[in-house]
């Protein structure tokens, strides 16, 4: 089994910053397209930002040069630097991979539990 566990949120002031991480553990061959997701109360879970195996990244155009998504497949774990944070950032944030475990012959999707990220004065 794989699992995701995701650390870093919390509550932060306008325009602070949060550096979000989530560790890919169990029985993994590789770990391939990594992203991060967040869903706010109401809204729809939405991309936030995602980083390839080759470090290409793409990010929503709402976090662009604020937000940096990062990788170290090393250590199996994706991050997320998270500056010049805004009220409408707040969301529950959720790592995503497509890890290929062993012995398996293609990736699957697996998700984290969720960070709360809170955005406030």
């Known amino acids: 089994q794989v699992q995701l566990v995701e650390s870093g949120g919390g509550l932060v002031q306008p325009g602070g910053s949060l550096r979000l991480s989530c560790v890919a553990s169990?029985?993994?061959?590789?770990?391939?397209?990594m992203s991060w997701y967040r869903q706010a109360p109401g809204n729809e879970r939405e991309l936030v930002a995602l980083i390839r195996p080759d470090k290409s990244t793409n990010y929503a155009t709402a976090v662009q040069d604020r937000f940096t998504i990062s990788r170290d497949d090393a250590k199996n774990t994706v991050y997320l630097q998270m500056n010049s944070l805004k009220p409408e950032d707040a969301a529950v944030y959720y790592c995503n991979a497509w890890v290929r475990r062993r012995g398996a012959l293609r990736s699957e999707q697996y998700w984290g539990q969720g960070a709360q990220v809170a955005v406030s004065s």
């Open positions: 169990g029985s993994i061959q590789s770990v391939n397209l």
